[in-house]
């Protein structure tokens, strides 16, 4: 039986390997969120210590709030200038791959093993030691989330 649209999101992690022209894998799960609620071409950028993947209609969604409400937000021209920057348009190609260039890569020091996480609505693009680490952090402080958790009525 098939999801319903509404339900299919970028959820999970998967570790992969970039080949010798930076090509990389999506997996079969997001593409098949790409096919079934968006298109195959996604907006690649940096992000904080990751690349984000957006899915063009998600990315456009975040250049409106941006050009909308951005404007009003003190210190928002760095993160617009950071953000912008590094946008690249990423085609699927038949395999399911995208290329990611090579200036992007090196940004966030991804050479060969990557993770993918789903962020839901997009999904990330980690070198595997930094998601490792992010991860770790993460698992520490996991109790400093109860409060937001607590409140969005899921603790």
């Not at 319903?4 to 999970?12: C, H, I, P």
């Not at 085609?91 to 990557?114: A, C, N, Y």
């Amino acid at each position: 039986m098939k999801q319903q649209v509404s339900t299919l999101r970028f959820r999970g992690r998967s570790e992969h390997s970039l080949d010798a022209k930076g090509r990389l894998n999506i997996p079969s799960r997001f593409r098949e969120v790409l096919r079934e609620v968006y298109s195959d071409t996604l907006m690649v950028t940096n992000w904080q210590k990751s690349l984000k993947a957006f899915p063009v209609e998600e990315w456009e969604r975040l250049e409106e709030k941006l050009i909308q409400d951005g404007r009003n937000q003190p210190g928002m021209g760095d993160f617009v200038r950071y953000v912008i920057s590094g946008v690249t348009v990423c085609t699927l190609d038949k395999q399911g791959r995208i290329l990611l260039p090579p200036t992007l890569r090196s940004e966030f020091g991804i050479d060969r093993e990557v993770v993918l996480n789903g962020m839901l609505e997009n999904f990330e693009i980690w070198n595997k030691a930094d998601w490792q680490l992010e991860t770790q952090r993460t698992r520490e402080r996991f109790v400093d989330f109860d409060q937001n958790l607590s409140a969005l009525g899921i603790m």
